[in-house]
């Protein structure tokens, strides 16, 4: 079945140091979206993307959608403790459905 | 204050007996949708529903039911659960499952059948 595979499954950053997670498509996506989830809580939305080639910003983190529309990326700039936490991509098929990524888990060292 | 609720949060039974978890949101949204959380595998996705009297299987329907005879609800029906059912349960709402809406959780109903 449709697929979307994220890397890594963890990544352990020094506070200030950056971070990026990636997303890649068996199959073409129609649009691509980002969450995070806190530890303990619930996935909450951060951004979409729609367009081929896309780059987006928040403040600190980076969203890119592929030219073919079968991979993205979250890149964070100088991590902070409150970026802690297991972000999720979530691509959107051709039959509305939205199918995830396993999550990259941000672990800030102490 | 928008949300989508759900009920129980936590919740521990035994094999076969029947259970059904709620949820419910306030913001008139047309797609709902149900996922089971387990460490290492992500979200997979169990049924979902574009609209009122339209449900579909998602990625790991079996063993559960669902039901949307109003808009607002969407309720979670296993109706003989198995060890294999324990997990962290979401329920999600978005306006429309067309187009490009992010989707609103749930707090999560944690399940743990023996």
């Known amino acids: 079945g449709q697929q979307v595979m994220q890397i890594p499954q963890y990544q352990h950053v020094q506070e200030g140091e950056d971070f990026t997670t990636y997303c890649n498509s068996s199959?073409?996506?129609?649009?691509i979206q980002w969450y995070k989830q806190r530890p303990g809580g619930h996935p909450v939305f951060l951004i979409q993307?729609?367009?081929s080639g896309e780059v987006k910003k928040q403040k600190r983190l980076t969203f890119q959608f592929g030219e073919a529309k079968k991979n993205s990326s979250l890149h964070i700039t100088a991590t902070q403790t409150t970026d802690v936490g297991t972000y999720f991509c979530?691509?959107?098929?051709?039959?509305?459905?939205?199918?995830w990524g396993a999550g990259t888990k941000l672990i800030i060292k102490p | 204050e928008a949300q989508v609720t759900q009920n129980p949060r936590y919740l521990i039974t035994v094999t076969g007996k029947k259970l059904t978890v709620t949820c419910s949101q306030n913001?008139?949204?047309?797609?709902m949708s149900w996922y089971r959380q387990d460490p290492g595998l992500g979200l997979r996705q169990i049924y979902y529903?574009?609209?009122?009297?339209?449900?579909d299987k998602g990625d790991v329907p079996e063993g559960y039911k669902v039901s949307r005879k109003e808009k607002r609800n969407f309720p979670l029906i296993l109706e003989s659960p198995s060890p294999n059912q324990t997990s962290l349960y979401f329920c999600?709402?978005?306006?429309?499952?067309?187009?490009?809406?992010?989707?609103?959780f749930g707090d999560g109903t944690r399940l743990s059948i023996l």
């Open positions: 999600a709402s978005s306006s429309s499952g067309e187009g490009i809406q992010p989707q609103h």
């Open positions: 913001m008139n949204h047309e797609y």
């Open positions: 529903s574009m609209n009122v009297e339209v449900t």
């Open positions: 199959t073409t996506l129609s649009n």
């Open positions: 993307l729609v367009k």
């Open positions: 979530a691509g959107k098929n051709s039959n509305y459905q939205l199918i």
